[in-house]
């Protein structure tokens, strides 16, 4: 499982903050943001933070500025990071894009807010198609982390990160507000992941680069940038042999109780802990139900939702937007199971604060089960 | 008699690897030479890097032979910079190549913010008062009663506003060092514009604040004039409407 | 008088005219049967005597396919210009 290399301390921490504890452990000295609720926390634990570990941060002028100065700073090789909510999320649409072309690693963590755009300050996961899809100029791939748990808001930063180099690629960690505002116990740790190769691409000065050569980077590499690609489509196969290999070794995801179960929920971020809870109450009275929590939202675990479909189960998507996920979740099952949906219409209440509650889901499992 | 060398293309000049081909006395090659210039002047080819952004500046960096991000997305150069002088910690000389749409249309927050932050960095604006690239369209340096694709019956101010004049704009910014605008219509002015790219590279080696060359620079293609006569509508039609010269020169910023 | 040369590489050059323009003595002409591969009008250096090696036409030169030689009596040694490719 995870590769543990140094372990500090044990603190309370909200969901925010523990990605900056993440982020420095992995080695990021570089932070570009903005303010957005419901992630102000995370700029404001950089601000305080980097300054004194050698590092550097800048709050921009806007968004699109941030992504465009990780265009820059990833390309210098360093590791480098943003956090933003989906209106700040919105504005990074072509800089994601650009960093995908370039090929240039970085990681980027969205805070979910209701929708659409501004829609609330507090919570939602309405960006999941956003984030698992891209919304830049089309044609390119982010692999996608979802933290349910402040532990892992660390964990899956540090992660992005190894994974962003690896595939030289940006990596999204999609969180909510719930999760970037409550607060648990947090181990600060240094997790490992293993070697990774020199970043010789990255630009420094001519005069740092052993073979004299100047180093040069576009994110136009196939409209007129031919240096390391033969053609635009070597290139463009370049691009599709790297997600095919994101998408072969990186799909990550976690089950419970799904051996002997007739209803399988899907869940991820803080629906997913609501859908324990619940699964909890309903395995009391008896009823056979198990979750299937996607931890990589790209790469999606189609596999393991096909089992369970073959395994005659139906499924009870829970998620807070009108229904996204849901539709990844049908691709998988293929028509061989029914897929039903519990959405955010469901909240326990109508005002933005209103959230999808464990005795609600434990509803919609009773009706399935 | 012995014969030797005296002039070529500069040290740290290189062929553009771009299948994009220059138009002829398109002067994008002069802005990148009088660069190389500069910067073989400076003894700083192997600490700067060069970042330009969508148009035809952007194949300026194809020309260069120091690190290069080649064509940034539009209006962001000066942005993408920011992020690699920070990454970098001030080391590098870290030079914006923007075209005037790149610069102060879709890049005007940019530029101006960077300028807010007094972000050392040296912008370099070439001025063709058209987006080049895309086939002459308005740009925000076109001159009034100017003919561009988009302003068919010459630039209206009611309608099409008015030229922007940048390094006027960027004197009042507080972290602003060095502001000027040259041009390569002439020998002259070529020197003259050297002086000032050097100077401007000079306030970021002394890391005293953000410096702006504008270079006002001749597009034969879309102004549909041939070259020469394109250096008398510099001369003419331009240098009134832009004044070359210094706007700022600080020593220090406190 | 010190004398001077100019070379003008054909596969940079576009015949955009700057050279003959900049040419404070006259030194060099389109002649107009002259084409470069691309099909380009292509400058000819035809004045030996005249040409001072001033390099005016290289640096106003936007496509860098100039070079510039000056001829000095042997033994002087000159210093290599540094600004030479």
Known sequence: MLRVAKMSQRILAQGNTAIGYGAVNAGCLHFFGYPITPQNEVIEWFARELPKRGGSFLQAQCETAVINMLLGAGSAGVRVMTSTSSPGWALMQEGLSALANAEIPCVVVLVQRGGPVQGTTQHGQMDYLSATRGGGGGGYRDIVLAPASVQECSDLVQLAFYLADKYRNPVVVLSDGLLGQMMEPLEVRTLDFGPLPEKDWALKGLALHKDGKRRALSCLAGFCFQEVYESYLDFIQHLDEKYR?????????????????????????????????AINMARDEGLKVGLIRPISLWPFPSEAIRQGATRGGDFLVVEDSLGQLVEDVRLSVNGQAEVHLLNMLSRHMRTPAGMILPDIVLEGIRKLA | MEKIKVRGAPKSWQRSTSPLTICPGCQHGVVAELL?????????????????????????AFMVDMDAFIMCPH?????????????????????????????????????????????????????????????????????????????????????????????????????????????????????????????????????????????????????????????????????PEYPLGEFKNADRID | MTRG?????????????????????????????????????????????????????????????????????????????????
Request: aromatic share 8%; hydrophobic share 40%.
């Open chain 2, 36 to 60: 190389c210039d500069a910067v073989d002047e400076l003894g700083i080819q192997g600490n700067t890097i060069v970042i330009s952004g969508i148009g035809c500046a952007g194949i300026d």
């Open chain 1, 245 to 277: 290999q994101m998408a072969d070794s990186e799909v990550r995801y976690e089950t419970y109780q799904t051996d002997d179960a007739h209803l399988l929920v899907v869940a991820y971020g803080y629906a997913a802990r609501v859908s324990l809870e």
């Open chain 2, 75 to 239: 209006g962001r150069t000066c942005d993408v910079a920011t992020g690699i002088k920070r990454a970098l910690f001030g080391k590098p000389i870290v030079v914006a190549l923007q075209g005037d749409g790149d610069c102060i249309a879709i890049g005007a927050g940019s530029l101006i913010s960077a300028a807010l932050r007094g972000e050392k960095i040296t912008v370099i604006m070439a001025n063709n008062a058209n987006y080049g690239t895309t086939g002459g369209q308005l740009a925000p340096t076109t001159l009034l009663d100017q003919v561009t694709s988009t302003t068919p019956e010459g630039r209206d101010p009611g309608l099409a506003g008015y030229p922007a004049h940048v390094p006027e704009m960027l004197v009042p910014f507080r972290g602003v060092a060095y502001a000027a605008r040259g041009a390569v219509n002439t020998p002259a002015n070529y020197q003259r514009t050297k002086r000032y790219l050097k100077a401007a590279l000079q306030k970021q080696i002394d890391n005293i604040g953000l410096s702006f060359v504008e270079i006002l620079s001749a597009c034969p293609a879309n102004w549909h004039r041939t070259p020469v006569e394109c250096l008398k509508w510099i001369e003419e039609k331009m240098i």
């Open chain 3, 5 to 85: 040369e100019i070379s003008i590489d054909e596969r940079y050059c576009l015949g955009c005219g700057y050279c003959v323009h900049f040419c404070a003595r006259g030194c060099i002409v389109i002649p107009g049967d002259r084409f470069t591969t691309m099909g380009y009008l292509l400058p000819v250096f035809i004045n030996l005597e005249r040409c001072n090696a001033c390099a005016v036409c290289a640096w106003m030169c936007p496509h860098q396919a100039i070079e510039v030689y000056k001829y000095v009596e042997s033994g002087q040694n000159e210093p290599e210009d540094i600004s030479s490719g």
